[in-house]
C-alpha cells in the first residue's frame, strides 16, 4: 500500500537542506521542495509524540521559479543522499545558502549580516566538480550509496557530481565483493586517478599489494599567484571541489595578508592546505605553528612542508596541544575544524593567545555562527565573511569568516 501522502505549503528554507511547513499545527521538515509551492509529501519520520514530523515532498502542485529538472534524479525522493539540492536552479542554490548562514548568524551570533554565495572558480553548471568519491557495495555487488537517514544502499547508474577523470560510470558498472567500499580519487594538476577498495590500491590487473603501491596523490593548485604541491593520503581528507584549494587558500592567504606579524597558528592543519602558502607569507623571519590530530595527515604534512623551516608541527588534539602552550602568543590564527565546529574549550584557547585577527575556516554555518558567538564573549569582533559554493545540488556551504580584536 502507497504511503499517505500530506499536502503542504512550503515556508522558509532551514538549515540542513530542507524547508520548514506545518501540518495541522505540527512542524514538518520537507526536503526535495522550495519556499513558496504546495507539494504533496510522503511522511518519512512522523512519531506521534515527536516534536516535529520529516517529509518528502514527492508531488508539486504549484512550483518555484528556481525549481528546474532535478539534475541528479538518485538523489531525489527515498534516494541517496549527497544531492538533496539538484531540483534547484544554481542562483537558487546560492540564494538557498545565503539565508541559511545569514538565519544561522542571527539566531546563534547575533549578528545581522548578509553574505552572498559566490561560485567557485571555474564553475558553470555545478556538475561535475567532485575530486573524491566514496561508494559502498551492496549485497548484489553493485556499488552505490547509502539512501538519506538510512543504512540500506541504493545502487547507482550514473555520479554527475563526480569530475570526468574518475570514470565512475565504469566503477558503476562493474560487480564488486558485497560490503566492500570503494574510494575513487582524481587529484587537481597532479597525479593520475586512484581508486582503493578497502585501503588497498586496486588496477586494472587488480589488488595491487605491493608495499610500494601508490596510496597517495599529488594535489597542485594556484594559491595568490603561486603553484603549490601537497601529498595526500589516497584516503585521507582534502577538499573535494576541484577549485577549493584555490579559493579557500586564496581566501585564507588574503585574510592574513599584512597582519601575519610573526606568529601564525594553523589549527586543524591536515596535510598542510593552509600551512604551506602561509609559510611564503611569513617569509623567513616568521613563524607557522601547525596542530593536527591525525596522525596520517601530520606524516603528509611533514612532507610537503620539508623546504620550510620556519613550520612547526605539533601532532594532538587541538585543546590539548593548546593547552600544552608550544606558543604563547599568535599574530593570527587560522583554523579549519570539523564539521562540528572549534567549540568553546578551543576558542577560549585560541583567545588565550591574543591574536590580532582569527581566522576562520567553516563547513557549517551553524557551528560557526555558536564559535562567533563565544570569540564575541573575548572582545573579537566579525569583521569580513566570505562564502563559497564548494558543493553544488547539496545544502552544503563554505564560509571564511575574519575576526579582529577590538
Excluded at 495541522?24 to 516535529?52: D, I, Y
Excluded at 554527475?160 to 565512475?168: F, G, N, T, W, Y
Excluded at 610500494?212 to 594535489?219: C, G
Excluded at 611533514?302 to 605539533?314: G, I, Y
Amino acid at each position: 500500500m502507497s504511503p499517505e501522502r500530506i499536502t503542504l505549503e512550503v515556508g522558509p528554507v532551514a538549515h540542513g537542506g530542507h524547508c520548514v511547513a506545518r501540518h495541522e499545527g505540527r512542524v514538518v521538515f520537507v526536503r526535495h521542495a522550495l519556499p513558496g509551492e504546495t507539494v504533496r509529501a510522503v511522511l518519512t519520520e512522523a512519531a506521534e509524540g515527536a516534536s516535529f514530523w520529516r517529509a518528502d515532498a514527492v508531488e508539486v502542485l504549484q512550483s518555484s521559479a528556481d525549481r528546474v529538472v532535478p539534475a541528479w534524479p538518485a538523489a531525489g525522493p527515498g534516494g541517496v543522499g549527497g544531492g538533496e539540492l539538484s531540483h534547484v536552479s544554481l542562483e537558487g542554490q546560492r540564494r538557498w545558502k545565503a539565508a541559511v548562514v545569514a538565519e544561522q548568524l542571527s539566531r546563534l551570533a547575533h549578528l545581522d549580516r548578509e553574505v552572498p554565495v559566490e561560485a567557485a572558480p571555474g564553475e558553470t553548471d555545478g556538475l561535475g566538480w567532485r575530486t573524491r568519491v566514496e561508494l559502498v557495495v551492496g549485497r548484489d555487488g553493485r556499488a552505490g550509496m547509502h539512501r538519506f537517514r538510512s543504512h540500506e544502499i541504493a545502487p547507482l547508474d550514473s555520479m554527475p557530481l563526480a569530475v570526468p577523470e574518475l570514470d565512475v560510470e565504469s566503477l558503476l558498472a562493474r560487480r564488486w565483493t558485497p560490503g566492500a567500499r570503494l574510494t575513487a580519487v582524481a587529484p587537481v594538476g597532479g597525479d593520475g586517478p586512484l581508486l582503493l577498495v578497502d585501503g588497498l590500491p586496486v588496477t586494472d590487473r587488480g589488488p595491487d599489494r605491493r608495499p610500494t603501491a601508490r596510496r597517495a596523490v599529488r594535489e597542485v593548485a594556484t594559491v595568490a599567484g603561486r603553484q603549490y604541491r601537497w601529498r595526500v593520503a589516497g584516503d585521507g581528507f582534502w577538499q573535494v571541489h576541484r577549485s577549493a584549494a584555490t579559493a579557500l587558500a586564496g581566501a585564507v592567504v588574503d585574510a592574513v595578508g599584512e597582519r601575519a606579524g610573526g606568529t601564525v597558528v594553523d589549527l586543524y592543519s591536515g596535510a598542510g592546505l593552509f600551512t604551506l602558502p602561509l609559510a611564503d607569507v611569513v617569509g623567513g623571519h616568521g613563524r607557522v605553528v601547525a596542530v593536527e590530530g591525525d596522525a596520517r595527515a601530520v606524516r603528509d604534512a611533514r612532507r610537503n612542508v620539508h623546504e620550510h623551516p620556519q613550520v612547526e608541527l605539533h601532532l594532538g588534539p587541538v585543546k590539548a596541544v593548546l593547552a600544552s602552550a608550544p606558543v604563547s602568543h599568535a599574530d593570527v590564527v587560522v583554523l579549519d575544524p570539523p564539521r562540528v565546529g572549534a567549540g568553546r574549550a578551543v576558542v577560549d584557547g585560541v583567545a588565550a593567545l591574543a591574536p590580532e585577527r582569527i581566522v576562520y575556516v567553516a563547513c557549517d554555518p551553524a557551528a560557526l555562527a555558536r564559535d562567533l558567538g563565544y570569540l564575541a564573549g573575548h572582545g573579537y569582533t566579525l569583521s569580513g565573511l566570505r562564502a563559497f559554493d564548494l558543493f553544488p545540488m547539496t545544502h552544503h556551504v563554505e564560509c571564511v569568516a575574519v575576526v579582529d580584536r577590538g
